[in-house]
């Protein structure tokens, strides 16, 4: 009989839910109806998670496993999990609407984890590592940006405060003119100038230090994201970090996202309903993704500035009456579409590497090559060299070198 009993609980399908932390996971488990099964706790090591999935399958067909922090907390044993053939279900944190009514522990919440797994209501698969190298690298760039701003802000308040003849000689300066007299500075005199010159001289060499990290680690971005999605990359007005930022919205795995409007969402890019009785209207989002909203923000300014589709198009919808900020919302849900274009296909990039050594073969220069296409020579050398893409420019410049 008892064996029985324990064959028909094997044979049950069950869903589980994990509630993450720093130190330790908490694990429940729930039966199809949306019964409470049982619930553990584990620690967050290796062997800690494989007893968590033991737990889980102990107990019946494990269908899915919701996780709360599955990019965060919950990487660890979201790997554990999938690498068992588990199917692995994001959840977001319960409302708190839900949390008021029924509280907070860590066993409710993993219980609320397995519950929408059960429901449906968590349908998101979780990413993949893929972009892991990306993620770290983009953090760490913004890291020291944040940080060079930082000792950039505290040199001017020393300044602001500093004796009368600091001020007079180095306050008129500006960026890295100021910068870079600031960091060959000798503090001298007596106690009060010798003080603040150090920490002036502290801080300069700081901002120079952060800044050439920061040079460094965006060209490791630029390396990464490159080989990661070409066409990405090549997209007019997409840079390393704004790449690097809808790498990492979208996730290593971008088929999680089923559709462009869900990619649009996910970025705050898309209009959302708010319609009641005989209005039917909608309203700004102010949910998603911000920082990959403000990737699609920087990439519509850019275009805005150097795109001539783009300069046509906002004089089209100027001359209609919108303002420029309706402009840019709609720039920024078609910029969406482009994007999600580019991170789920394959987009071929022409090749430019042939552009320069044929240039040099007919003796032309980057001058004369700017003043018959009316550009700068810059443009031509970004152009050669991969660093910018300009598909009509390059085949134009092609045939006219092979006319030359």
């Not at 009368?164 to 001298?188: M, V």
């Given at each position: 009989m008892t064996s029985e009993v324990a064959k028909d609980t094997v044979e049950q399908n069950v869903f589980?839910?994990?509630?993450?932390?720093?130190?330790?996971?908490?694990?429940?488990?729930?039966?199809?109806?949306g019964g409470h099964l049982a619930d553990a706790e584990f620690p967050t090591i290796a062997a800690g998670y494989a007893a968590a999935v033991t737990f889980l399958t102990v107990h019946g067909n494990v269908i899915a496993i919701g996780v709360e922090g599955t990019s965060s907390y919950g990487a660890g044993f979201t790997r554990t999990a999938r690498s068992h053939g588990h199917q692995v279900i994001e959840v977001n944190r319960p409302d708190k609407a839900e949390r008021r009514r029924t509280g907070k522990s860590d066993p409710i919440d993993a219980y609320a984890a397995a519950r929408a797994a059960l429901s449906g209501r968590a349908t998101s698969s979780p990413k993949d590592d893929t972009v892991a190298g990306i993620r770290a690298l983009h953090n760490t760039?913004?890291?020291?940006?944040?940080a060079r701003t930082a000792a950039l802000n505290q040199i001017g308040q020393v300044l602001v405060?500093?004796?009368?003849?600091?001020?007079?000689?180095?306050?008129?300066?500006?960026?890295?003119?100021?910068?870079?007299?600031?960091?060959?500075?000798?503090?001298?005199?007596?106690?009060?100038?010798?003080?603040?010159?150090?920490?002036?001289?502290?801080?300069?060499?700081?901002?120079?230090?952060?800044?050439?990290?920061?040079?460094?680690?965006?060209?490791?971005?630029?390396?990464?994201?490159s080989a990661h999605n070409p066409g990405l990359r090549a997209a007019h007005g997409v840079g390393p970090d704004t790449a690097a930022q809808l790498l990492i919205t979208a996730g290593g795995n971008p088929e999680r996202m089923r559709t462009e409007a869900s990619f649009a969402a996910l970025c705050g890019a898309a209009p959302v309903p708010a319609s009641s009785?005989?209005?039917?209207?909608?309203?700004?989002?102010?949910?998603?993704?911000?920082?990959?909203?403000?990737?699609?923000?920087?990439?519509?300014?850019?275009?805005?500035?150097?795109?001539?589709?783009?300069r046509a198009y906002v004089a089209r919808q100027t001359a209609a009456g919108r303002t420029k900020k309706e402009i840019i919302r709609l720039l920024k849900r078609a910029i969406a579409r482009e994007m999600f274009r580019c991170l789920t296909t394959t987009v071929t990039i022409p090749g430019t590497a042939d552009l320069r050594p044929m240039r040099q073969t007919r003796n032309i220069t980057l001058t004369a090559v700017a003043q018959h296409f009316g550009v700068w020579p810059t443009t031509i050398s970004r152009l050669e060299r991969g660093l910018t893409r300009d598909d009509d420019l390059a085949r134009t410049y092609r045939n006219w070198l092979h006319t030359a």
């Open positions: 589980g839910g994990v509630d993450s932390h720093t130190d330790t996971i908490h694990v429940a488990v729930i039966s199809e109806n760039a913004r890291s020291a940006v944040k405060t500093a004796p009368e003849a600091i001020r007079a000689k180095y306050g008129h300066l500006k960026g890295t003119d100021r910068t870079e007299a600031l960091a060959r500075l000798r503090p001298a005199g007596d106690a009060l100038h010798t003080a603040v010159l150090t920490a002036l001289k502290s801080l300069a060499r700081r901002v120079k230090d952060l800044t050439a990290e920061h040079q460094a680690l965006t060209r490791a971005l630029d390396s990464e994201v009785g005989r209005t039917n209207r909608h309203r700004l989002s102010r949910g998603g993704d911000r920082t990959a909203n403000s990737a699609l923000y920087r990439i519509a300014l850019v275009r805005m500035s150097s795109d001539a589709r783009t």
